[in-house]
């Protein structure tokens, strides 16, 4: 069975996202067909690029929302596996992308972290719906309040990380993990993911613009 493979493509920055790096891969995720490994090199994701929050403009910081928020849906309600093969960072939007995949292969030197509160901004890309029903409650406001940076071994006994392995493992795994039914898993489990992540969204924007001192428009 073939498996469609997604990469991130700023090694250069360990793939921090700004809005035209974003664009890049959801077109690429929007092609597939097939089950998904989504990773990256060196690291799965780093999180949004800092450097490119506090130049951008606020039309692009409202499109950077919509798409990223866009992407975390359409990987919840794709049709088949998607998994996700992290090593080095996955941090912030990184961890979120990762968060919102069936299974996460990891690296046992991986690193994650929710990131959003060592930004000063709201939970955004779902993380806010999908940690608390990974780790529970508490386990995930600890995480998400502290931002704390936590490896493999922590994320395996908190059932974040699936198992530890390599790429083609991965590959392996979201070939596993098809089958008829996972449409119908995948909506029901995420029936109400939606309108939480909307939510989610303006919670993130207001702190944003606060942050950057926007005037709400």
């Known amino acids: 069975m073939a498996v469609d493979v997604v990469t991130f493509s700023r090694p250069e920055k360990h793939n921090a ?13 929007k092609s597939c067909e097939n089950p998904v490994v989504i990773y990256g090199e060196p690291s799965f994701c780093s999180g949004i690029d800092v450097d490119y929050v506090g130049v951008a403009g606020k039309d692009e910081i409202l499109e950077f929302a919509e798409l990223a928020n866009s992407f975390i849906l359409d990987i919840c309600r794709y049709p088949k596996p998607v998994v996700a093969f992290v090593k080095g960072y996955a941090l912030g939007a990184g961890f979120s992308i990762a968060l919102a995949c069936d299974a996460i292969v990891a690296e046992e030197s991986a690193v994650f972290s929710t990131g959003f509160a060592k930004l000063g901004i709201a939970p955004d890309m779902g993380v806010s719906y999908l940690l608390p029903r990974a780790v529970g409650l508490k386990r995930a406001l600890k995480l998400l309040f502290s931002a704390e940076r936590f490896d493999a071994r922590k994320a395996l006994e908190l059932g974040i990380v699936s198992g530890f392995g390599t790429l083609e493992d991965a590959k392996r795994m979201a070939e596993e993990l098809n089958g008829p039914s996972v449409r119908y898993i995948k909506e029901l489990v995420y029936r109400d993911m939606a309108e939480h992540v909307e939510h989610e969204k303006e919670l993130a924007l207001r702190s944003i613009m606060e942050l950057r001192r926007f005037e709400q428009g």
Do not use: G, Q, T
């Not at 996202?17 to 995720?29: A, G, I, S």
């Open 17 to 29: 996202l700004n809005l035209d790096h974003l664009k890049e891969v959801y077109k690429r995720f």
